[in-house]
Structures are given as structure tokens and as C-alpha cells.
């Protein structure tokens, strides 16, 4: 090989090697998101999930698709994104049942709740909503009480699942008014408000959230809310504490994970725009307008909230003796 062949190629080499860098830092996200929701659609869930996508493709150019892997109380999906690589292109909607309560419900999951994910941020409270089926003679949660008091384990209560939020709503409501009633849990809350309107059972726990529709288009009977305050989406519907429990305050929330080992940097590129996203006047109104309240949170906040909502439900479990089926 000549001398000038020879530069020629070393020429071309190191303008091969330094365009490597600029490949490898490609801007994230440069392809299609997935967003995992490990329960069935249309449950409050899979809701904020898609309220958070449409926001994230509109702000970043690319798209951010919603994937429903529902099962076993959102275990499948959760071990489906603990599982996927951690490479900022698989992410989890997961609630404060897959992220605080599971761990203590269960004595083996498929992955270390502890160390399988990368929290990213908060999203959103959900508070939960009493509902009856339009038939029951029930009005209130005073009538529940006084029917399931006359025919203990008469009344049915439908869950999204057995041990998530909505069922140890149910379970605090049983304890506080000192009934026993019947639960139906199922896979995800869309099959179980489906049943309740078919009037398969009597009540059923469930988000605000995917709740509001049917209970303003009088499918469904908005009997308390189960937050501190009345919800803004539901003003008319009183609180537990209000309508027959004084004291009574429960409720769900949402937030985001990644795999463990994704990049700190689209860890913290992801958190920040998810705090960006719940502060827009836009996106806070549609989620308060169905039923759940927007939080801006860090992600250190997040982390810690993860901390203290597994010891809050740990010991409610414990002290319950709350078993899964």
C-alpha cells in the first residue's frame, strides 16, 4: 500500500472513531417507549398511564405506547418490566398496590421488590370511591352497614384484587363498623365495575378516577370517598368520615419505575419531565376532572415515599392477618 493510501485510510478511520461518540449519545428518547400497566385496560391505572403518555409524546417527538400486561395483582407486568432491558425504552405505571403493598402481601414474587427497580417520580393520588349497584335497596354506607350487620356475609364487595388498595379499603371499612361481607376480588378493576353494573355484587372500592364517568352518567352509585376532603370531580359524594366513619382516610396513588441499572441520567430525565408534565395547567385539570390529584414530586421525594408506604401497609397487613387467595 502507497503513503497516500495509507493516510488516506487512517483518515477515514479516525473520522469513523470520532463520529462513535456522537452516535453513542444519541438524544434519548431516539425510538418508540414502552409504558407497562400490569392490570387489564380501563381501570384508574391504565387511565393516568395514558394521560401520561399522550403528555410525554407530545413534549419529546416520540412515541410513548401504553402495554396492558394485567395478572396475578399486576405481578405479571411488574415482573415483565423488572425483566426488560434497562435501557430507558421500558418503563412501569405501577400504584401504590404493586409498589408498597405486594411485597408484604406475598412471600415469594419473581424479582426483589427492593432492588429490581429505579423509582423515577410520583404521579398522582387517587382517592377511592364507595360505589353501589344503581338496584341495591342500600343507599348509604349506613345502610351497608346495617344490612351486613342483620346478615353477616350476606353482601358481596368486589375487588380489583385481592389485597390492593380497593380490598383493604374494604377490609378497613369491615374493621371500623365492625361487619364481616363477602369478597369477590378480580383481575383489574374494569372486570369488577363491569360486574358491579351488572349487579353480580353490591359495592365495590375503586379509583375516583374510573369511577366519575359512570357515576355522573348514573350507571353506578357514588356512596362516600374514602380521602380526607370531598373529591373535586365528585363534589356531591360525601366522605367516609362524613356519611358514617369518622375517621376513616385511605386511598391509592400512581408512579413510575424503570428497571434497575437504567442510566441515572434518563432516570433523572424521566422524573423531570413527569414533574413538569403533572404541573401543566392542561394535564392537572383532565386529571382532576376524572378523579385524581396531580403531585410534583423529586424523585428523592418519591424514593422516600415508596420507604414509608411499604411500612405503613406492612403493619396494616400484619395487624389485619390479610392473606391472599
Not at 430507558?88 to 398496590?97: D, F, H, K
Request: net charge positive; aromatic share 6%.
Amino acid at each position: 500500500m502507497d503513503a497516500s493510501l495509507q493516510r488516506w485510510c487512517l483518515a477515514g478511520l479516525c473520522a469513523m472513531a470520532a463520529a462513535l461518540p456522537a452516535l453513542a449519545q444519541a438524544p434519548y428518547p431516539s425510538r418508540t417507549v414502552t409504558m407497562i400497566v400490569p392490570f387489564p385496560p380501563g381501570g384508574g391505572t391504565d387511565v393516568g398511564a395514558r394521560l401520561v403518555a399522550q403528555r410525554l409524546t407530545a413534549r419529546w417527538g416520540q412515541s410513548v405506547v401504553v402495554e396492558n400486561r394485567g395478572g396475578a395483582a399486576g405481578i405479571v407486568g411488574m415482573e415483565a418490566a423488572a425483566k426488560a432491558k434497562p435501557d430507558g425504552y421500558t418503563v412501569v405505571l405501577g400504584n401504590v398496590g404493586t409498589i408498597a403493598i405486594n411485597n408484604s402481601l406475598y412471600k415469594k414474587l419473581p424479582y426483589d421488590h427492593e432492588t429490581a427497580f429505579a423509582p423515577i417520580n410520583f404521579v398522582a393520588d387517587l382517592p377511592l370511591v364507595m360505589l353501589a349497584y344503581p338496584g341495591l335497596a342500600a343507599r348509604t354506607p349506613r345502610d351497608i352497614i346495617a344490612m351486613a350487620k342483620a346478615e353477616p356475609g350476606k353482601v358481596t364487595f368486589a375487588s380489583s384484587g385481592a389485597g390492593g388498595a380497593p380490598h383493604l379499603a374494604a377490609e378497613i371499612f369491615e374493621d371500623m363498623a365492625g361487619i364481616k361481607m363477602l369478597h369477590v376480588p378480580y383481575k383489574g378493576g374494569g372486570p369488577a365495575v363491569t360486574d358491579l353494573m351488572a349487579g353480580h355484587v353490591n359495592i365495590l372500592f375503586t379509583t375516583v378516577l374510573e369511577a366519575v364517568g359512570h357515576v355522573k352518567a348514573g350507571r353506578l352509585r357514588g356512596m362516600a370517598v374514602t380521602s380526607a376532603a370531598r373529591s373535586p370531580a365528585l363534589p356531591d359524594v360525601p366522605t367516609m368520615a362524613e356519611a358514617a366513619l369518622p375517621g376513616y382516610e385511605t386511598g391509592s396513588w400512581l408512579g413510575l419505575l424503570a428497571p434497575a441499572g437504567t442510566p441515572q441520567a434518563i432516570v433523572d430525565k424521566f422524573a423531570a419531565e413527569v414533574r413538569d408534565i403533572v404541573g401543566e395547567a392542561e394535564t392537572r385539570e383532565r386529571f382532576v376532572s376524572q378523579g385524581a390529584l396531580p403531585r410534583a414530586m423529586t424523585n428523592a421525594q418519591f424514593i422516600a415515599l415508596i420507604g414509608a408506604e411499604k411500612k405503613r401497609y406492612a403493619k396494616l397487613i400484619a395487624d389485619k392477618n390479610i392473606r391472599t387467595e
